[in-house]
Structure formats: C-alpha cells, structure tokens
C-alpha cells in the first residue's frame, strides 16, 4: 500500500513545485508577437536635458558586486551606485533605484538606454531635482525563470511576484549597504523606485507594501499582467485604503499582447484603478512598444513631475 501511495503521489509532488516552468517553448503567437515588435520604429528621441550639458558636473558611477544571504541566499547580482558631484555628507541625500539597473544603463540589447546619469547631472544642476544618489540594481543571477519561457535567472521570481520579498530585499540589504557609505533621506517622499516591464510592477509592489519608505514610483511598460498575480493590481488599488504613493505610468499602443496579458489594456486599467482610488497619479499613452524609448525621452519630465513640490534641501 505504501508503494502505490509513493507512485501516485509523487509526479503531484513535482506539479506543484513547478508548474510555472513546465512549459519553456512560448506559445506560437507570442513568439509572432515579438518579431513583430522588432520591425516597429518609434517616434521617440532623446531631448536635450539627457545630453551631456556644458558646465553640468559629472557624477560618479561605481560597479559592485551583491550577494545575497538573506532573503533571495544563493543569488548575486551586480548593481551601481551613482553619486552627484554635489553630494555632501552632512545633509541626507535623496534616493532612486532602477530595478533592471544594467537596461536603463544601455547595458544590455534589451532596450536602449535613457541616459539616467546625464539627466540627474543636468536636474541637480538646474536645482529642478534634489541632490539625488541612484541605485541600479540587477535581478539575482539564479533562479527559475519565467512561467513559459524558461530560463535560469531569479529576474520573475523577484519582479513579477506580488509579495513583500523584494520589499524586504532593498530595506534589509541594499538600503542599509547604501546607508554604510551614504547619508540618504528617511523621508518617502524623497525616494523613488524606477522599473521597466516586469521592474516597472516590481517598483509598485515594493511601494504597495511600503508606502512608508517609498513614496513615489515610475513605471515603464509595466507588467500588470497574469505572470505571477500582478494582474490583480488593478483591483487591488480599487478595493483598499488609498496609499501614500505617487505614481507615474507609462505604455504605449503597440506595446505586448502575450500568453500573459495585453500591456496597453493592463496599464490602462491600471491607470484607472489610480484614478478610482484618488492617487496622485499621471499615466502617458502612447504610440510606443515595450522599450524605454517613449520612457526615456520623458524622463526629465517624469522626475520634475514626481519631485514638483518636494523640498530640494529635505
């Protein structure tokens, strides 16, 4: 008897720790889908304030290496730090993170870059931002991958999940390492969490869960989509107490139709959902696909939007 309860029990067993990597060849259309992204031109350029500006000092951009033993253990990823020529230690610093770290940087071939240093050089300078230090961040090196896609990377795990872990993650391990080196400010009002696609869910997530120490969040192309429950985002904002979050959305109407959802209709409900609930929210439809190049080329106006009546020198 105990052989045949072994027998049938355990391909359930297996079911149930992965189902979401059961399948790893993309559904036919889905592949279609992102040719045709590839053949799409958008109508976006990089305006003058993500130039280098004469006169505008540089700031610093230092590599590091993380390792995580808490709450993602087992997984390292790199990350920068950037800091303005006018940080002074005496006062507290503002703070931004951009999850996928490497893709606003134009590290990678997934989508140009946005030229995020020279935009917080510039805006420092113009007194238009705070003294602001950046944080860019890469999803862990190991992990399951994506439901339907595969591979070996924790990048959904951490992006696409709904739950406080990430939370947890930036304000156990990567805040408190800043915090070693840098003085930066307490005040939520005074931090922003950037992310594009799955990073653009993972930015509100993180503030969803603490509003207390992230107040504001930029979103591009965000993945409010049925990958790991960030579909029910929309729903979510409706039904609960109004949290204390500034948001800025971003898509475009050739953004992704995929297995998991479609991009323009999940941001608009998105950006719906905010406006039922009474956010302090500003959503920018456009002509675009999943990239930053519509992103980035409102990046400068995103963060005079965010930080419009934040005190400079808080």
């Known amino acids: ?37 590839k053949k799409i031109k958008e109508p976006y350029e990089l305006g003058v304030d993500s130039k280098p500006k004469e006169g505008a000092p540089t700031g610093a951009l230092t590599k590091y290496v993380w390792k995580s033993e808490h709450i993602y253990p087992g997984t390292k990823r790199d990350y920068w730090i950037y800091v303005p020529k006018q940080y002074d230690p005496s006062k507290p610093a503002s703070l931004i993170i951009f999850q996928d770290g490497d893709i606003y940087l134009d590290l990678t071939d997934r989508s140009p ?15 238009e931002i705070p003294v602001t230090i950046g944080l860019f961040i890469t999803p862990g090196d190991v992990g399951p991958g994506t439901p339907y896609r595969g591979g070996t990377t924790n990048r959904s795990f951490e992006y696409d999940s709904t739950t406080d872990l990430y939370s947890r993650f930036l304000l156990e391990e990567m805040v408190p390492e800043i915090k070693r080196n840098y003085n930066i400010t307490g005040n ?101 696909t999943h990239s930053l190049r519509h992103g980035g080329q409102l990046f400068p106006d995103t963060l005079r939007w965010i930080w419009r009546d934040y005190q400079k020198g808080d």
């Open 1 to 37: 008897m105990n052989k045949i309860t072994v027998i049938f029990l355990l391909p359930l067993f297996v079911l149930t720790i992965s189902p979401s990597i059961a399948q790893v060849t993309p559904p036919e259309a889905d592949i279609i889908e992102f040719e045709r992204l």
């Open 188 to 288: 939520p009002a005074g931090r922003i969490l950037v992310g594009f696609s799955s990073g653009g869910l993972c930015a509100f997530n993180a503030a969803w869960h603490r509003p207390d120490e992230f107040g504001n969040v930029i979103s591009h192309c965000g993945s409010f989509a049925d990958i790991r429950d960030g579909h029910e985002y929309p729903s979510l904002v409706r039904r609960n107490p109004k949290k204390p979050i500034r948001v800025f959305l971003q898509s475009g109407s050739q953004d992704i139709n995929v297995i998991w959802g479609n991009w323009p209709l999940a941001n608009q409900l998105m950006a719906n959902g905010l406006e039922y609930a009474g956010y302090d929210y500003k959503f920018v439809f456009g002509d675009g």
């Open 113 to 127: 870059g946005i030229n995020p240093t020279v935009v917080l050089n510039n805006l420092i300078d113009e007194g």
